[in-house]
């Protein structure tokens, strides 16, 4: 069974910085793109950041310049550092990944964590 659990969610105020970790455990062969995507209550699920297995980037331009995502492809994990956060960045955020295993190709989500962007 492929897992994604978030980690790192919290409440911060303006300003302030959050690290999101997600790890993806279980049996599978590779990950390819991992993401991260937020919900903010009564908005629809919009793209945060994205990376590419061999690691280049897309940033969503209300984020540019404040998030940054990596990987670590040796221990299964994608990060989301998020800087100078602002009330409109609260949301739950989600992990989400591409998964191979065998020969399939899966899309996996985690949990999703809070994060909430408050004084």
């Known amino acids: 069974q492929v897992q994604l659990v978030e980690s790192g969610g919290g409440l911060v105020q303006p300003g302030g910085s959050l690290r999101l970790s997600c790890a993806a455990s279980g049996i599978f062969f590779s990950i390819n793109a991992m993401g991260w995507y937020r919900q903010a209550p009564g908005k629809e699920r919009e793209l945060v950041a994205h990376?590419?297995?061999?690691?280049?980037?897309n940033i969503a331009d209300s984020v540019k310049g404040r998030f940054t995502i990596s990987r670590d492809n040796a221990k299964n994990m994608v990060y989301l550092q998020m800087n100078s956060l602002k009330p409109e960045d609260t949301a739950v955020y989600y992990c989400?990944?591409?998964?191979?295993?065998?020969?399939?190709?899966?899309?996996?989500w985690g949990q999703g964590t809070q994060v909430t962007v408050s004084s």
């Open positions: 989400n990944a591409d998964i191979r295993a065998l020969s399939r190709v899966t899309n996996y």
């Open positions: 990376i590419s297995s061999g690691g280049i980037t």
